[in-house]
């Protein structure tokens, strides 16, 4: 038996996280803080090459290994899946696409910065619920993820923490437009 790379996208993602992580408290403090971190509004320089480059390098960053674990634990789960479903290259576009939706976002609506891959989790999870789905079909699995997950995320976004909820609930819509305008390759 060998052991094989069996989700390029979703895997060197994971390793990446995990090396700028590492990096970070270790070599190359303020990495995360300077390169993997979309800041909010206040904050933001258009005339900033890093601010720009943060918008998509964010969901790379993460506060320690415990956040790390909490969003790769999920994306490990269901990314393989579906990466097979929908192909390496649609799977990292669709990655990308949120990281730029959620960090515009928080750019123009926030004034905190935002890191972390949950926004990419919450996609994942809302896409996972249409890979066995038909054309001109609504599946029973997707409406109770989205009542589950981003239902306890609008009610979680009233706590004072320092959790984006926002990012969720955007990641989860990004998820559900892919999976009704993006149906996985059979």
Request: proline residues 4%; aromatic residues 12%; contains cysteine.
């Amino acid at each position: 038996m060998r052991i094989r790379y069996n989700a390029p996208t979703v895997l060197t993602f994971a390793l990446i996280s995990a090396l700028v992580l590492l990096l970070s408290r270790s070599v190359l403090p303020g990495l995360i803080e300077n390169w993997f971190m979309v800041p909010g509004n206040r904050d933001f320089s258009a005339g900033s090459f890093r601010n720009w480059l943060s918008i998509i390098t964010h969901i790379a960053g993460h506060a320690d290994w415990q956040h790390l674990i909490g969003n790769f634990s999920l994306i490990l789960l269901i990314g393989p899946m579906l990466e097979e479903s929908y192909g390496s290259l649609s799977l990292l576009l669709m990655i990308v696409i949120t990281a730029l939706v959620t960090g515009v976002l928080n750019i123009f609506l926030f004034n905190t910065s935002l890191m972390g891959a949950s926004g990419v989790v919450f996609m994942m999870i809302l896409l996972a619920s249409f890979t066995n789905f038909s054309q001109g079909e609504i599946p029973l699995t997707f409406i109770l993820v989205l009542v589950l997950y981003l239902g306890s995320q609008l009610v979680s976004s009233y706590n004072s923490d320092s959790i984006s909820h926002f990012a969720h609930i955007v990641g989860g819509f990004c998820g559900s437009l892919f999976g009704f305008f993006r149906p996985p390759r059979r």
